[in-house]
């Protein structure tokens, strides 16, 4: 399968104060590519988009965030949301009502697509869905949008689009692993390192260098 150019490649998914960092990851991340680029020319999906064009970007995906939650529902009977090992195609999903985490981002991203939105700006990310310091949250997967300079969040399971920048406290959403159009990310945690622990390494290291 053709690779992306370097101008096609999707910027560094640095939201909710995490640090990704490239990784190769196959067969998801070359999933991911795959279906970036079925066509488009679906019927579910052209009714479903049908009043969202001329709006803004940022009105454009609240408009599909919501759309797709009202006419797909989650089929996941777990608490958490399992890859099932089949990515259906918007049409189907959106023709039979329901889909798991990744079938709904994955009707989502398609939407978005159709309404212009460049491939490059569009992310699947993978994580724990409410996550917080004493929980690790359930399993699930979402969509992320680039927007300008920002990144927003599609769930499966809120009805408005959640701001996902680096720095965003109290996230609702912990991403593990990040898959954009030829490039893949794992998230961590920025190190903060004050002024006694560069002191203390300091002295660590030349107490290994002296004679």
Known sequence: MPQPVASQLPDEPAVFGTVPVPIKV????????????????????????????????????????????????????????ADDGYWAPASETLGRGVGDCIDIAIAKMEALRLLGVPARDLYLTTGYAGAHASQRGRESAALLVRIGGNFWLLTDRNSQVIAASSGMSRPDFAPIITYGVGKTWIHGKPVKVTPEKMQTAALAGSARVAP
């Open 26 to 81: 196959k067969p998801i991340g070359s999933r991911w590519l795959r279906i970036m680029r079925a066509p488009l020319d679906q019927p579910a999906l052209v009714a479903l988009t049908g009043s969202a064009w001329g709006m803004a970007r940022e009105a454009q995906a609240a408009f599909v965030q919501s759309a797709v939650n009202r006419a797909v529902r989650n089929r996941s009977t777990s608490y958490d949301c």
